[in-house]
């Protein structure tokens, strides 16, 4: 896939000034800039994140409201249920409160709604089950419940207080709740809107020690909330939002925290997981967080909870090789459905008329149709949803492309669809199956309205032009500072002009789909690679221009510099 190249205006000027007050390089002031990074105690406190920077959680929308629920629970001895979901988030986020209710002294109880029986949040199904299971007057909902209107109008009826602690957007009229924490609520001030639920549940941890250690709790004045933090880099992650402002503080620290935690569940899912390292982004993202995945994408998430919530390594190992295998169940269901997917879609993709690609086929199982989805925009770069399931319902998620909002474009189709919701760029949907093509011809009449056909080719945004002698294993050191990079503090990307093939390249892997080559400007060489080349890639003849991502290779005990290939061009002449 080619990319539309975005470099980023250079400031040298104002990079230079920034450098020599602060001390650091200007490649990496550069960098700093190109993230809305501009003043120096702004740079500052980006560059050394710090919990002191935290905001006070009581500025949240109607957190004061929630503590005061659940003290007066706490003084008369009422239990609760946490009413999680089944996505990393959600069990991170219900481990994490239940590990911190019940150490302040509260009975606490809690449910995992399954993915096949009970469908998405809060449904009837669901919470007619956990009352079922767990007949309480308080139910805390969280990383969902903010648009399940009829579910808490019932369980109002049935005399139960309903907390709301979510970060997905808030239906119109909002859910009657008795306190609905929700940064999207948010209008001014200190914005909290990036934060996922195990963010919030960290702030809900935060403010119940706050207020305990103000009561003089004995419980509260000796609960140190920074070993939640593993919990939180984990949901913070996984779920994909933007690792900036607290987000970022919450997940710099917390990946600290799970490089030496000693919870017996992490270590056994580490081992499995065959992770080593120093834990970053990619070793939660790609290692940790699909194995957590894996029980509630095929079935029950309470699986993924008892680990992370287990007492010795001995009853964790056990567990985490129950999710291994069924990680390797996942990966093997999701492989036949997207390959029969982009099969399919391959064979009448028009590319000028289709802007948003729709697939459903009875029996794909709903576990997985999100990560498909995934795949299908990595492939053809169109906005993508994809359901299946069973019977005259079929539910399904969608993955977007920069600039279409994919929750909104559902809103515009909400007379065809049985329930939807979600963020700009994932959703998720139900919909009876006689209705998929009008579905689909509206969603695509919707996207060729708000679509810019520029739009429907990827961009490659690029920090800096460099000359390859700028990229050492100590500059690669200094850039390790703005990590963890993800989604709104995206990994650095460069573009090396006017650069030659120095030897002939190499083929790599089993089925020699990656190539190895070494490009030089006439100064420097250095080993670049290019994963996921495939068998017959068009490769770079004569001089050319390369965007790649630097970084360190580390073989038999040996550090290098290489150069991970995004893409390249032909010099343009003249």
């Not at 805390?140 to 049935?158: E, H, M, P, Y």
């Not at 499995?272 to 390292?277: E, I, K, L």
Request: charged share 20%; hydrophobic share 45%; proline share 6%.
């Amino acid at each position: 896939m080619k990319f539309r190249w975005s470099l980023a205006p250079s400031q040298p000027l104002l990079a230079g000034q920034l450098a020599t007050e602060l001390k650091i390089p200007p490649l990496l002031v550069q960098c700093l800039l190109n993230r809305g990074l501009s003043e120096p105690e702004a740079i500052r406190n980006f560059l050394e994140p710090r919990l002191k920077q935290l905001a006070d959680p009581f500025l949240l929308p109607n957190m004061a409201a929630a503590v005061d629920r659940l003290f007066a629970a706490r003084e008369r001895n009422e239990p609760l249920v946490i009413f999680g979901d089944y996505d990393v988030d959600g069990v991170t986020s219900t481990a994490l409160l239940t590990e911190t209710l019940r150490g302040l002294g509260w009975t606490v109880h809690y449910y995992l709604p399954h993915r096949m029986d009970e469908g998405y949040g809060l449904s009837q199904d669901g919470v007619e089950n956990c009352l079922r299971k767990f007949p309480v007057t308080l139910l805390l909902a969280v990383d969902c419940g903010s648009t399940a209107v009829a579910s808490i109008d019932w369980l109002r009826q049935k005399g139960v207080d309903v907390l709301v602690l979510d970060h997905h957007q808030v239906s119109t009229p909002a859910p009657a709740a008795t306190a609905l924490v929700n940064p999207q609520l948010q209008e001014s001030g200190i914005t909290f809107r990036e934060l996922c639920s195990a963010g919030l549940a960290f702030k809900l941890a935060h403010a119940l020690v706050k207020r305990g250690r103000e009561l003089g709790l004995p419980a509260a004045e000796k609960f140190d909330v920074r070993p939640l933090l593993d919990f939180v880099a984990l949901g913070t992650i996984a779920d994909l939002v933007p690792l900036t402002g607290e987000n970022r503080i919450l997940v710099s620290i917390g990946l600290e925290r799970l490089s030496s935690t000693p919870r017996p569940g992490l270590v056994a899912l580490k081992k499995v997981a065959q992770v080593t390292s120093t834990m970053g982004a990619y070793e939660v993202g790609f290692q940790l967080a699909p194995r957590l995945n894996a029980a509630g994408r095929l079935e029950n998430a309470e699986e993924a909870l008892h680990l992370l919530m287990a007492p010795d390594v001995s009853t964790a190992m056990p567990i985490a090789e129950s999710l291994d295998l069924r990680n390797r169940e996942r990966q093997k269901i999701e492989r036949g459905i997207a390959e029969e997917v982009i099969g399919a879609v391959r064979a009448k993709f028009n590319p000028e008329t289709d802007f948003v690609i729709v697939e459903g086929q009875l029996l794909w199982h709903i576990g997985v149709v999100g990560i498909v989805a995934s795949r299908v925009v990595q492939q053809f770069y169109r906005p993508t949803i994809i359901v299946g399931g069973e019977g005259g319902e079929w539910r399904g998620s969608g993955r977007s492309i920069f600039g279409f909002d994919l929750a909104a474009a559902l809103r515009e189709c909400s007379d065809l669809l049985v329930r939807h919701g979600g963020h700009s760029m994932a959703a998720g949907l139900t919909i009876e199956a006689e209705k998929m093509e009008v579905f689909r011809v509206r969603l695509n009449e919707f996207a060729r309205k708000t679509i810019k056909p520029e739009e429907l080719q990827p961009i490659l945004r690029l920090d800096a032009e460099v000359a390859l002698k700028e990229i050492t294993l100590d500059s690669l050191s200094v850039l390790d500072h703005l990590k963890p990079t993800g989604q709104g503090n995206s990994a650095i990307q460069l573009v090396a002009r006017n650069v030659t093939q120095a030897r002939p390249l190499q083929r790599m892997g089993a089925d020699k789909q990656h190539v190895k080559l070494w490009v030089t400007d006439g100064t420097v060489t250095h080993e670049a690679v290019w994963w996921g080349a495939g068998k017959e890639p068009v490769l770079p003849v004569g001089r050319f221009d390369l965007a790649f991502a630097p970084q360190a290779n580390e073989f038999q005990g040996r550090r290098s510099v290489q150069l991970k290939v995004l893409d390249w061009q032909p010099v343009q002449s003249g």
